[in-house]
């Protein structure tokens, strides 16, 4: 995508002032209301910065859970329309094939090992099959996945990014939960909110979206792509210090939380807000990083 000079000048302004993180997350399906949606808005922000891994895993991952109505589907169905997310629905992954088919003479790859480099959105988590479970946990950790037959050990490239949703968390496997960054409890929102949710609504039923702030959305997205922040040698013993301090000293429970979903997922969301902002990770972002994954923690704990 050729960038116009007055647009590339108007996305520096917005990153050298480190306002993307406020100023884009609002056009993610800005109809959905309440505080949990903001949250959730820019927690797939920072989903869809992060791509392609170099050296380690960036990819982040997401989970909305709780009732039906609470507007999980309505939120996959927007990033599957609007910034070119591939939507299944878990329940049919064993007629569709998501890992793939050892049957017969030959090992055929499936869903996962097509939608390498997407955004997938799975619906209905919690009713997909183990196998498959199974499949999507080493694509979400490893960007890959492998399929055994006999002797012979295929592996598939899959390095997707997944945003899920599920109406019951305990059929899903710990594990598996375990590789998503963000996991959010739903509940649905009180009348004051669905009444401030009505004017989105409405225009949303008419097909009066804003298509000028997705264009922007999806071309500060492809602005930034190329740009691979680093932590810079002054600034890492400092980095190391800040999360450190923050496992000794935080008053939330993170003892349940593995290093891969704590300390190493801190690192990936502080990667995305550098990104973001195409400069390299600094404390600011660290601190930021820490404050978010926080939060996210805390309202999960509340939600159980």
């Known amino acids: 995508m050729e960038l116009e000079e007055e647009t590339i000048e108007l996305f520096k302004q917005l990153a050298e002032e480190k306002k993307p993180f406020e100023f884009l997350s609002r056009y993610l399906c800005p109809e959905l209301v309440g505080e949990e949606y903001d949250m959730i808005r820019k927690a797939t922000l920072l989903l869809l910065v992060t791509e392609v891994d170099i050296r380690c895993r960036h ?29 299944i629905n878990a329940e049919m992954t064993s007629k569709t094939g998501l890992v793939g088919d050892a ?17 997938v959105c799975i619906d209905e988590l919690d009713k997909m099959n183990a196998k498959d479970q199974n499949g999507l ?39 598996l939960l375990d590789r998503f960054d963000f996991i959010f409890s739903l509940t649905k929102p009180p009348r004051e909110e669905r009444a401030k949710h009505t004017p989105r609504l409405v225009k ?3 097909g009066q979206t804003d298509e000028q702030e997705i264009a922007v959305l999806k071309a500060y997205l492809e602005w930034i792509k190329d740009f691979e922040p680093t932590i810079l040698e002054e600034d890492l013993s400092k980095v190391v210090e800040m999360i450190q301090m923050y496992i000794l ?21 502080a990667y995305a807000m550098a990104k973001l902002e195409k ?21 999960l704990i509340l939600g159980d």
Do not use: C
């Open 59 to 87: 990819r982040l991952h997401e989970l909305l859970w709780g009732s039906a109505g609470t507007g999980k589907t309505v939120f996959l169905s927007w990033i599957e329309k609007n910034v070119q997310g591939v939507k």
């Open 204 to 206: 949303n039923f008419i």
């Open 103 to 119: 049957r017969g003479n030959k090992i055929t790859p499936g869903l996962l090992a097509e939608y390498d480099g997407n955004v």
């Open 279 to 299: 400069r390299n990770i600094t404390t600011e972002h660290i601190k930021k990083s820490i404050m978010f994954k926080d939060k996210i923690i805390q309202n």
């Open 249 to 269: 000293k935080t008053h939330t429970n993170i003892d349940p939380i593995s290093f891969r979903n704590l300390e190493e997922s801190i690192l990936r969301i």
């Open 137 to 175: 946990l080493q694509a979400m950790e490893e960007g890959e996945y492998m399929i055994v037959k006999g002797r012979k050990r295929n592996k598939f490239r899959a390095e997707i990014r997944a945003i899920a949703s599920a109406n019951e968390i305990d059929r899903i496997t710990r594990p």
